[in-house]
């Protein structure tokens, strides 16, 4: 049985075989839609192992996605305390704060740990408590970025199930958000205002809009949005 699979997963989209559904994975990763429940596709590399270990896993109703993964899935993988690890999360929505926090302690305790996290979308933008949390994991090295379009392809190509895959899926029209995602994060890394706002209405599509005065024009041309 595949590690991280239990006995809803299959039902909520991921397969016995540790599989995301195609329809869970547009669904899910798609940034212009606000989708409540979190995903993550992750890839754990140990220095000691040339294979890879590639996987996912969802939010329940008493934790997210990185608090099962770090008390669970890595607690299940580890073998050689001395070996390095490299772990990478794709994930539908950004670590809230207080998950923020819980990497933060784990990596102290785990420095043979390497993390690297894509978002499909930013949890909460707006939150301080949110914000802060991101970029206290940039202080300590994690490396935190919006899934661009290669990204999205690597993704459909490793983990969707292939039994109802289309092999043509290319998710183009993400573009737009991948921007405006890519910008907001800059700002909060940079702790600069915000800069993106969403909109949602009941029953209909989020609308989704970028704010930007001169002072926060220059500190986002540092940045380099997919």
């Not at 819980?102 to 939150?127: G, S, T």
């Not at 702790?191 to 704010?211: D, E, G, H």
Request: aromatic fraction near 14%; charged fraction near 25%.
């Amino acid at each position: 049985m595949a590690t991280g699979w239990n006995r809803d997963h299959e039902s909520r989209g991921i397969t016995q075989g540790g599989k995301i559904s195609q329809e869970t994975f547009i669904d899910t990763y798609d940034p212009s839609v606000l989708r409540r429940e979190q995903y993550m596709l992750y890839e754990i590399k140990w220095s000691n192992n040339k294979r890879p270990r590639q996987n996912c896993c969802h939010s329940t109703q008493t934790e997210h996605a990185e608090i099962y993964f770090l008390e669970d899935v890595f607690q299940k993988q580890r073998s050689d305390p001395s070996a390095h690890c490299f772990i990478t999360w794709f994930v539908s929505w950004s670590p809230c704060g207080d998950c923020c926090k819980q990497i933060r302690d784990f990596l102290k305790e785990q420095p043979n740990v390497k993390l690297f996290i894509y978002v499909a979308r930013i949890y909460w933008h707006k939150r301080e408590i949110n914000r802060q949390g991101l970029r206290n994991l940039m202080n300590i090295g994690v490396s935190i970025r919006v899934m661009y379009l290669p990204v999205y392809r690597y993704c459909w190509r490793t983990f969707v199930d292939k039994e109802d895959k289309y092999e043509d899926y290319w998710p183009r029209h993400f573009a737009p958000w991948i921007m405006l995602y890519s910008l907001e994060l800059q700002s909060i890394l940079q702790n600069i205002p915000s800069c993106l706002k969403i909109s949602s209405f009941k029953n209909q599509s989020p609308v989704f809009s970028l704010c930007v005065d001169e002072k926060q024009k220059r500190a986002l041309a540092l940045a380099n949005p997919y």
